[in-house]
């Protein structure tokens, strides 16, 4: 039940996304501007949670990936709009070295990962300057999953922290990315900083473990427009 959830809420924000580009297509066209471009894109995320706790020892970026679809609409030769949307991961490696999470959550010293897995629709003002744009804008995320592990200092596997399920995190985030990007002819290329204004653990255990600390994810990704 869940996964058809998750499918409807996609299948909801890809039918505001395409109402959305449709309306700006019709105004661009309407104003003689250059038409709109569409596409595809992807890349790398390094993510991580700043959680500042006594009990922890080192706080390490956690590799993931992005992917989806975008939109660049133009209002003038200098300004367009650029919607997306996309699955992103998110997350962070976090050595607890101290004995009170232990004693009282039962997870031993060692290196926590983790693993936060959204649909994410960010909405970018873009500035062109020939082929280099620089945008920014807000972003609006909903977590489709999520799952912790503990690497216990004892073992050479990971455990996972079964008390931890998806309710356990905020399903809504929200916040502000920031990039740089160089358009040339179809093809896209940039950096993107995404940060989190909403913590990510809601109660118990995660909100303990993540000290109502926000996602903070920097992207290179590579797109082809069409």
Same mark, same amino acid.
């Given at each position: 039940m869940k996964h058809l959830a998750h499918i409807r809420i996609y299948t909801t924000m890809l039918l505001v996304f395409l109402t959305f580009l449709a309306g700006i297509t019709t105004t661009s066209a309407q104003s003689n501007n250059p038409g709109p471009k569409f596409g595809i894109k992807g890349g790398l995320n390094l993510s991580q949670l700043y959680v500042d706790q006594p009990n922890v020892e080192d706080e390490n970026m956690k590799a993931g990936i992005h992917f989806g679809v975008f939109g660049k609409i133009p209002i003038n030769s200098f300004v367009a709009v650029q919607p997306e949307v996309l699955y992103t991961n998110m997350g962070s490696k976090i050595s607890y070295g101290g004995s009170d999470f232990e004693s009282v959550f039962g997870i031993e010293s060692g290196e926590i990962r983790f693993n936060l897995n959204y649909i994410q629709v960010p909405i970018a003002l873009a500035v062109n300057v020939g082929p280099l744009n620089i945008h920014a804008g807000p972003y609006l995320s909903y977590l489709l999953s999520a799952n912790v592990n503990n690497w216990k200092s004892s073992e050479s596997s990971p455990t996972e922290i079964r008390e931890l399920e998806t309710d356990d995190?905020?399903? %809504? =985030?929200?916040?502000? #990315?920031? &990039?740089?990007?160089? =358009?040339?002819?179809?093809?896209?290329?940039?950096?993107?900083?995404?940060?989190?204004?909403?913590?990510?653990?809601?109660?118990? !255990?995660?909100?303990? !473990?993540? =000290?109502?600390?926000?996602? &903070? #994810?920097?992207? %290179?990704? !590579?797109?082809?427009?069409?």
């Amino acid at each position: 039940m869940k996964h058809l959830a998750h499918i409807r809420i996609y299948t909801t924000m890809l039918l505001v996304f395409l109402t959305f580009l449709a309306g700006i297509t019709t105004t661009s066209a309407q104003s003689n501007n250059p038409g709109p471009k569409f596409g595809i894109k992807g890349g790398l995320n390094l993510s991580q949670l700043y959680v500042d706790q006594p009990n922890v020892e080192d706080e390490n970026m956690k590799a993931g990936i992005h992917f989806g679809v975008f939109g660049k609409i133009p209002i003038n030769s200098f300004v367009a709009v650029q919607p997306e949307v996309l699955y992103t991961n998110m997350g962070s490696k976090i050595s607890y070295g101290g004995s009170d999470f232990e004693s009282v959550f039962g997870i031993e010293s060692g290196e926590i990962r983790f693993n936060l897995n959204y649909i994410q629709v960010p909405i970018a003002l873009a500035v062109n300057v020939g082929p280099l744009n620089i945008h920014a804008g807000p972003y609006l995320s909903y977590l489709l999953s999520a799952n912790v592990n503990n690497w216990k200092s004892s073992e050479s596997s990971p455990t996972e922290i079964r008390e931890l399920e998806t309710d356990d995190f905020n399903k %809504i =985030d929200y916040g502000l #990315v920031v &990039g740089v990007g160089f =358009d040339i002819k179809n093809v896209n290329v940039g950096a993107r900083y995404n940060y989190g204004l909403r913590q990510v653990g809601n109660d118990g !255990l995660a909100g303990n !473990l993540t =000290d109502n600390s926000k996602n &903070g #994810v920097g992207q %290179i990704y !590579l797109g082809f427009g069409f």
